[in-house]
Structure formats: structure tokens, C-alpha cells
């Protein structure tokens, strides 16, 4: 009789602990969702990865923080541009492993490629024909420059040629070595130029290179994560500052006539490939904090657009 007392005891005890628990628990966040398909030809909607549910969602940027459609895509990075998207997802074995996955305007799939590493950066052309992303390999953060490896790729879809790591490319004044590391490209509408980072010896640098021929040149040290202006002549980029060890970035963009850095108003350390939303606002995720645009100038505040989302890009 005693050992039963002190078993319903037990239980009593184990079911109020987890009761306890659950009241503690956080309840998951909600938003307003509106019924309506994801289109990546219906201009001005600003689409994005939800993160609640972790598909590919969209709402009109002149009211961001309104109701948002969510389709059935699951993505980790996304990014649209001419009416087509790239999804950048986790692999659906048991090792980790990513996959690119091209769609339409309906977000239906029209091509995939399995990718080494853990997803991380997307990008298209604007004229969708070239696409980029970028996957860790080991370790699964840029903060501390030289303790990671990535592995970045560039995909010609016109002529299906396929560079799944861009460590090849000769960039003048430079030694091959093995701790070169590239990541966050972002192109020109010549669609075979880009910008990229290159990391090496601890430092980082913006380089310019050519697709075709695979080679580039050096053009500034300390820019990360660059992105071209629509109008070409700046670039935006996070560039390491003393503080956040775990963040250290501050979002500036360069004149690339001038080389005048100008450092934005957010001072909130960046982990992101910015896009540009028009000649004079980037937008950028913040992690727990959803999606902000900033001016490009320097002035001004920053200011939240979506909540609990991340990945931004225009359809444009």
C-alpha cells in the first residue's frame, strides 16, 4: 500500500511539473494571414521567407505590416527577380546538405540542384538568367573572420553552365591559398559581372570578377555580403566594427566612383545580404526582429516593415 501511495504521489507531482512547464512554455507567435496565391509577377509585393511557418510569403510593401499570403514552399533563403524565384532549402536526407530550387511565378518547381553545406545566401540576376548562393560547410557563422568554410556557386540557366564553387577564380595581386573563402554575390546587368567577398588571412574584401572567364580584381578590403544599387554605382555592404562580438557589422554603402564609404543609420549589427528596394532604401532581416529598410543616405531612422519574417527581395 505505501509503494502505491508513493507512485500516485510521483505521478501527481511529474503530471504538475509538466503542467508548470506548459504554462511556461512561449505560445507561438501569430499573424494575419489573407487567402490569395503568391505571385512573383504581381509588382510591388515584397516576398519573404515567414518565419513562423517557414514557407515563401508576400505582402504589398505599401503595407508591410498588413495581412500576408503563405504558400506551400519551404525555404530558408528566397529570392525573386524577373518572374522567377530561387529557394535556397534544407536537404530532405538524414545528413546535412541543401538544395536550390528554381521556380516560376506560381512558384511551381522548374529545376533543382543538390548542394553541399547549410543554406545561407540566394541570389539572382535581374534578369533571372544568373544565379548565386552560398552554403557553410563547416562551422555556421562569419563573425570570427578565418573559422569557417563556404562554399559559393554561380549557375548560368541560359547555358546550364554550372560552377558549384567559385574558390577558382584568380583575383589579380592575389596568391591562391587555401583559406580563400567567397560568399554573398550579387551581379551587374551585364549578367557576367558580379561583386562578391572574398575571405582570406582573416581580412575580407569586395572583388570584382567576370563569370566567363573566371577572373577578378580586388576593390576595397573590410565589405562583406555586398549588393549593387539598382542605378550600379553603389554598393551595400556590412563592414566589421568593434562591439557585438557576436554581430559585428554595421551596414555602410560605398560609392564605387568616389570609394566614399557611408555608414546607415542602423546600428544594430547586420548578419545579412541587404537588397535594395529602390535607389535610396535597402531592406535587411534581423534575427527575432523581422524585416527593416533604412535609408541608403545615411539619414534617417530605421524602420521595421515585416514581422517575424526574413529573406527580403521586391517584385519589381
Known amino acids: 500500500m505505501v509503494r502505491v501511495l508513493i507512485v500516485l504521489a510521483a505521478v501527481v507531482l511529474l503530471g504538475a511539473g509538466a503542467t508548470a512547464y506548459a504554462l511556461r512554455t512561449p505560445e507561438k507567435p501569430s499573424v494575419e494571414v489573407e487567402a490569395g496565391a503568391v505571385d512573383l509577377a504581381e509588382r510591388g509585393r515584397l516576398v519573404f521567407v515567414d518565419e513562423i511557418s517557414g514557407k515563401v510569403a508576400s505582402v504589398p510593401l505599401s503595407a508591410p505590416g498588413g495581412p500576408r499570403r503563405v504558400s506551400s514552399l519551404s525555404c530558408k533563403r528566397f529570392y525573386t527577380a524577373a518572374e522567377q524565384g530561387l529557394?535556397?532549402?534544407?536537404?530532405?536526407?538524414?545528413?546535412p546538405g541543401a538544395t536550390a530550387v528554381f521556380v516560376d511565378r506560381s512558384l511551381s518547381e522548374q529545376q533543382r540542384i543538390e548542394v553541399d553545406g547549410v543554406p545561407n545566401r540566394a541570389k539572382l540576376s535581374a534578369s533571372g538568367r544568373m544565379a548565386s548562393w552560398t552554403t557553410f560547410v563547416t562551422g555556421d557563422s562569419y563573425s570570427q573572420a578565418g573559422t569557417f568554410s563556404t562554399r559559393t556557386a554561380i549557375y548560368d540557366r541560359q547555358t546550364q553552365t554550372y560552377e558549384s564553387n567559385i574558390e577558382?577564380?584568380?583575383?589579380?595581386?592575389?596568391?591562391?591559398?587555401?583559406?580563400?573563402?567567397?560568399?554573398?554575390?550579387?551581379?551587374?546587368?551585364?549578367?557576367h559581372t558580379y561583386y562578391a567577398t572574398l575571405g582570406t588571412g582573416g581580412k575580407t574584401y569586395l572583388i570584382q570578377a567576370d563569370a566567363a572567364d573566371s577572373s577578378g580584381t580586388k576593390v576595397r578590403e573590410n565589405v562583406e555580403c555586398p549588393?549593387?544599387?539598382?542605378?550600379?554605382?553603389?554598393?551595400?555592404?556590412?563592414?566589421?566594427?568593434?562591439?557585438?562580438?557576436?554581430?559585428?557589422?554595421?551596414?555602410?554603402?560605398?560609392?564605387?566612383?568616389?570609394?566614399?564609404?557611408?555608414?546607415?543609420?542602423?546600428?544594430?549589427g547586420i548578419d545579412d545580404q541587404v537588397v535594395w528596394?529602390?535607389?535610396?532604401?535597402?531592406?535587411?532581416?534581423?534575427?527575432g526582429e523581422g524585416i527593416w529598410a533604412v535609408r541608403a543616405d545615411g539619414e534617417g531612422e530605421p524602420r521595421q516593415l515585416v514581422p517575424h519574417a526574413s529573406s527580403p527581395s521586391l517584385v519589381s
Open 227 to 268: 549588393s549593387l544599387s539598382p542605378d550600379g554605382k553603389r554598393v551595400a555592404f556590412k563592414k566589421r566594427v568593434p562591439g557585438d562580438g557576436v554581430r559585428p557589422w554595421r551596414e555602410h554603402v560605398l560609392n564605387l566612383d568616389t570609394m566614399v564609404e557611408t555608414p546607415l543609420a542602423e546600428t544594430r
Open 277 to 287: 528596394l529602390d535607389d535610396d532604401t535597402i531592406a535587411y532581416g534581423l534575427p
Open 87 to 95: 529557394c535556397l532549402a534544407d536537404a530532405s536526407g538524414p545528413l
Open 168 to 191: 577558382g577564380v584568380r583575383v589579380a595581386g592575389t596568391k591562391m591559398v587555401n583559406d580563400m573563402n567567397y560568399w554573398g554575390v550579387t551581379f551587374t546587368p551585364d549578367d
